[in-house]
């Protein structure tokens, strides 16, 4: 059971009483808070929620940029006993609407620069009624509903009342997934939860007051929010900025002496891909989570003088396998960590012996570590957790050493001449091409029986031509991976999370410009 001292609240108000001048915020505009001042800051919004009748079980809607209100209010709806919904900045319109009514929020604490948003959908939203306005440059906003100056009831908030010190099990946040293939759904992660993605994505215990962690991904994620709170842990300042910007990067970890970050999705590219220099590892940072893995993650330690650590993760789950500072074989996102229990599965829930493909399942030994279900959804609780194992719907396999791989989302892996085929896997190399900027992959059905692979190509410039892609591709992969279809497009349907929407893909029917690689006669040797 997960010590009641290490709750996040409670943990910052036990470092505000014992160290209240140690700045533990930075944000890279300048300014910066101590725990005394950020221990403040949570018990005025956990007071003033009060006084709008927030209550215990409430639900309270935060959107707002990277900030330090955007840290600070998950702990201070806690305070009230409430749950933080923290909704992607990105979000508007109908899945927005989606958001706010599903959760059920009667209060959201929203940037000024959103709020419009918020009124373009309001005659939608069924339980909405007041918007608390961040950084309101007049007091005044577009929300035509009921509205309150952030900046006014804080001023006025008793600082008397300590609030609400929760437990483990109960709820940290529900953190809204992207819908690839439906609408959102919530995920309700207990405190127990958001403590152990925190302690063991990147390993904490070498690490300390003079750590500082440099954090541009948002906090609507876990990804922000697992920085937050490890930094909470082990003493370091947190160093906020609102979004991860290339040009900035290594200047800003130089000014604030960063030694630890995330550098996950697209950012290895964009750090990789910086001009060489002789200063290259003439920095402080040498801590580094990257999920995934990039294909030569070696290059990157010794271009950086970093020492990388990766995971297998998703929001419902917290990071069942990891790799600590040991990397394993190519490919593999880590061994299982103590407390987690992980199989690799067929479609009936058998384990699957090493080396095959399967679902990747998850449970653990302690109660609350993982999710406690969907939000208002017990029909995709109980699917998830089918046979007592929570199904990630990812594809996967492990060796007979006991390392992990993650392969592709399951939808996404493609049954391809007797093969299994992973999206992800062609994606990378297709991308290798000069002549593409984005790739996605998809399995449709063949007139020869399973499938066949039909790629979607953004191309780089205007002359794109799908036989030199061919030509390009088929000395890289094997004759079964190679796509049947090239469709050139300006763009593939995403997320909000800029998650590619594959299921929309695969639905579509063959397009009429398709290039059908039988019907144009290109020959592959076997």
């Known amino acids: 059971m997960l010590d009641p001292e290490l709750v996040l609240p409670t943990l910052l108000a036990r470092r505000a009483d014992a160290e209240p001048d140690r700045t533990w915020i930075h944000h890279v505009d300048g300014r910066s808070m101590t725990f005394a001042a950020a221990e403040e800051r949570i018990v005025r919004w956990a007071?003033?929620?009060?006084?709008?009748?927030?209550?215990?079980?409430?639900?309270?809607?935060?959107?707002?940029?990277?900030?330090?209100?955007?840290?600070?209010?998950?702990?201070?709806?806690?305070?009230r006993g409430a749950i933080e919904v923290p909704v992607n900045n990105a979000y508007r319109g109908t899945i927005l609407t989606h958001v706010v009514n599903d959760s059920a929020a009667r209060i959201a604490v929203v940037h000024a620069s959103f709020v419009d948003r918020f009124e373009a959908v309001r005659k939608d939203l069924t339980t909405l009624d007041t918007i608390v306005v961040v950084d309101a440059d007049d007091g005044r906003s577009p929300w035509s509903g009921t509205s309150v100056d952030a900046a006014e009831i804080l001023v006025d908030a008793d600082l008397a009342a300590a609030g609400h010190l929760p437990a483990h099990h109960e709820t940290a946040c529900i953190l809204y997934t992207s819908g690839t293939t439906g609408p959102s759904k919530g995920v309700v992660i207990p405190w127990a939860h958001a403590h152990a993605t925190a302690v063991g994505l990147i390993p904490l215990d070498d690490l300390g007051e003079g750590d500082a962690w440099y954090s541009p991904f948002p906090l609507f994620h876990m990804s922000g929010k697992l920085a937050l709170y490890a930094t909470a842990i082990y003493g370091g300042p947190f160093v906020v900025r609102e979004y991860?910007?290339?040009?900035?990067?290594?200047?800003?970890?130089?000014?604030?002496?960063c030694t630890v970050c995330l550098v996950i999705g697209a950012t290895p590219a964009f750090i990789w891909n910086l001009p060489r220099s002789d200063d290259d590892r003439n920095h402080a940072l040498r801590n580094v989570l990257m999920a995934p893995m990039p294909d030569?993650?070696?290059?990157?330690?010794?271009?950086?003088?970093?020492?990388?650590?990766?995971?297998?993760?998703?929001?419902?789950?917290?990071?069942?396998?990891?790799?600590?500072?040991?990397l394993g074989p190519k490919g593999s996102a880590g061994k299982v960590r103590d407390g987690y229990q992980v199989r690799i599965v067929d479609e009936f829930d058998e384990e699957v012996p090493p080396g095959v493909l399967g679902e990747i399942v998850v449970r653990s030994d302690e109660p609350w570590v993982l999710m406690a279900g969907y939000w208002k959804?017990?029909?995709?609780?109980?699917?998830?957790?089918?046979?007592?194992?929570?199904?990630?719907?990812?594809?996967?396999?492990?060796?007979?050493?006991?390392w992990y791989y993650y392969v592709d989302r399951l939808k996404d892996a493609m049954r391809v001449s007797g093969e299994n085929v992973s999206s992800m896997e062609v994606e990378a190399v297709v991308l290798?091409?000069?002549?593409?900027?984005?790739?996605?992959?998809?399995?449709?059905?063949?007139?020869r029986g399973e499938e066949d692979i039909k790629l979607y190509v953004v191309p780089a410039g205007t002359d794109f031509d799908a036989v030199r892609l061919m030509d390009f591709l088929k000395p890289r992969l094997p004759r079964f991976m190679m796509p049947r279809y090239v469709v050139a497009v300006s763009e593939v349907p995403k997320t909000p999370t800029e998650k590619v929407r594959?299921?929309?893909?695969?639905?579509?029917?063959?397009?009429?410009?398709?290039?059908?690689?039988?019907?144009?006669?290109?020959?592959?040797?076997?």
């Open 296 to 326: 030569d993650p070696r290059a990157f330690m010794d271009r950086y003088g970093w020492r990388i650590c990766t995971t297998f993760n998703m929001t419902e789950i917290s990071g069942p396998v990891a790799s600590g500072w040991t």
């Open 432 to 447: 290798e091409s000069p002549d593409v900027v984005e790739a996605a992959a998809v399995g449709v059905r063949s007139d």
């Open 502 to 526: 594959k299921h929309i893909l695969r639905d579509r029917p063959l397009e009429p410009d398709a290039w059908d690689r039988i019907a144009e006669g290109y020959v592959i040797p076997r």
């Open 244 to 257: 991860f910007k290339t040009d900035v990067f290594w200047d800003e970890i130089d000014r604030f002496g």
């Open 47 to 79: 007071t003033a929620l009060r006084t709008l009748g927030v209550d215990a079980g409430d639900t309270v809607i935060v959107m707002t940029p990277n900030s330090f209100d955007a840290a600070l209010l998950w702990p201070a709806v806690a305070r």
């Open 377 to 402: 959804n017990p029909e995709a609780t109980v699917r998830a957790w089918r046979n007592y194992w929570f199904h990630t719907g990812d594809a996967g396999r492990y060796d007979a050493d006991g």
